[in-house]
């Protein structure tokens, strides 16, 4: 028994106690002031065990705190490296989805200040007239809705709305305040991201339509270096061909005055015939300038059916078909042809003949007019070069060349037999 001093009785008292339970019994003093140590030893753990659970209470949710705004720290410096405004968009979702734990979760996005798009916190887009009308005439900064347990945050740039956040039925209420304050945080680094990916897009949208412009104008370039080589050519009928047949024709005038000689009668018809095919081959050429365009699909069948209308005083018959890459200056290129066999070859029949291989048609022009000798078979569809007694120049063979070579082709000349010429073209096929 530990013994106060209070009561002189305690000695006799624990004697028939220890007699009553038959065991041996002792008496310690010990005095008041232990007994008052011993009970405020006992008060002062269980303060301290109060205490100590407030504190880790209190430590646990700053960790919380922490630990979410470490986790909007990691979101910002992710959005500030995604340069796609959708792929920000839903990481935004994903972040607040894992912070806030919402029962619901929706984002509206704007253009121009203009409510676009409406999505879940799954990033799926979505129709909901209630939740876009709730949110297109938000004005605030943010905002508290009706259940209490959620918010509406406005995502802002400078002067316009980029999205609006609608945030509601949270995990956890008791934490509602903490996560408005993380809301208002994030939306800020949200704008920003938003912004930046918005002016990347602007960026790549121009950059593409500079692209576009430039391979405009290449085109355009490399057309008007095609249209300046055929004009060159033309001008030397106009400058070299008919200019010296004017001044033969003058000075035959000339003589023919004086002398009454009908030789220079006659020269002077030669050289206004000369002259009069030139123009007429002139007129006929206007269409290799113009068909200087973008190249389309053509079917070689069709353009040859054309011309047959045109020479139905030749027989002309066509094996095979194929289609190419080229312009409406391909009918110029076989008009050309067909009129060579005709006026100066004496061709009474043309026979088309049409072949491909992988990438290639292969379209051989046969004819049995007199043909073309060996010793000018190199030269035909050289610029400026002309041959028998009615001065033909080949200036007619010499676009039909260039506007073949634009079209990304070749054309050579070989011998038909037993008569006449081959005129065999290569052009780009175009594969189905």
């Not at 106060?4 to 002031?33: C, Y």
């Not at 949710?61 to 979101?75: E, I």
Request: aromatic fraction near 10%; charged fraction near 25%; include cysteine.
């Amino acid at each position: 028994m530990l013994d106060t001093g209070i009561n002189p009785e305690s000695d006799n008292l624990l004697a028939e106690f220890g007699r009553f339970v038959k065991k041996e019994v002792k008496t310690i003093p010990i005095g008041l002031d232990y007994l008052r140590l011993k009970l405020l030893h006992i008060l002062n753990e269980n303060i301290i065990s109060s205490d100590y659970l407030k504190l880790k209470a209190n430590f646990n949710q700053k960790s919380r705190k922490v630990s979410d705004y470490a986790m909007a720290f990691d979101l910002a410096a992710q959005l500030v490296q995604n340069m796609n405004e959708k792929m920000v968009i839903d990481k935004i979702l994903t972040t607040i989805n894992i912070l806030f734990a919402p029962d619901e979760l929706h984002y509206l996005c704007f253009q121009q200040n203009q409510p676009k798009k409406l999505y879940l916190k799954n990033g799926l887009e979505i129709s909901d007239n209630k939740i876009w009308n709730e949110l297109s005439g938000i004005k605030k900064k943010y905002q508290w809705l009706e259940s209490g347990n959620g918010f509406i945050i406005t995502i802002k740039s400078t002067n316009d709305v980029l999205g609006i956040l609608r945030i509601n039925n949270l995990a956890f209420p008791q934490y509602k305040e903490h996560y408005l304050n993380l809301g208002l945080f994030l939306s800020n680094v949200c704008g920003l991201a938003i912004e930046n990916a918005r002016s990347f897009q602007l960026i790549q949208e121009q950059q593409k339509q500079l692209l576009k412009n430039l391979n405009k104008i290449k085109d355009s370039e490399k057309k008007l270096k095609i249209s300046s080589e055929r004009l060159k050519i033309l001008n030397k009928i106009i400058r070299h061909d008919l200019s010296n047949d004017f001044i033969v024709i003058k000075s035959a005038i000339n003589i023919f005055k004086q002398t009454k000689n009908k030789k220079m009668l006659e020269e002077i018809e030669k050289r206004t015939t000369k002259s009069l095919n030139a123009i007429a081959d002139y007129r006929r050429y206007e269409t290799f300038i113009e068909s200087n365009t973008d190249l389309i699909e053509i079917q070689i069948s069709e353009v040859v059916n054309e011309l047959i209308y045109e020479f139905s005083d030749v027989n002309i018959d066509i094996e095979g078909d194929c289609k190419v890459y080229a312009d409406d200056g391909l009918y110029s290129v076989f008009k050309n042809l067909f009129s060579n066999s005709i006026l100066h070859g004496k061709a009474t029949r043309i026979s088309i003949k049409i072949s491909d291989s992988t990438y290639t048609c292969i379209i051989k022009f046969m004819d049995n007019g007199t043909g073309v000798p060996d010793k000018i078979k190199k030269k035909i569809f050289d610029e400026g070069f002309f041959y028998g007694k009615s001065g033909h120049t080949g200036i007619g063979l010499h676009i039909v060349k260039k506007t073949i070579e634009s079209y990304g082709g070749s054309i050579s000349v070989e011998d038909n037999e037993p008569s006449g010429v081959v005129f065999v073209i290569r052009l780009r096929k175009v594969i189905s």
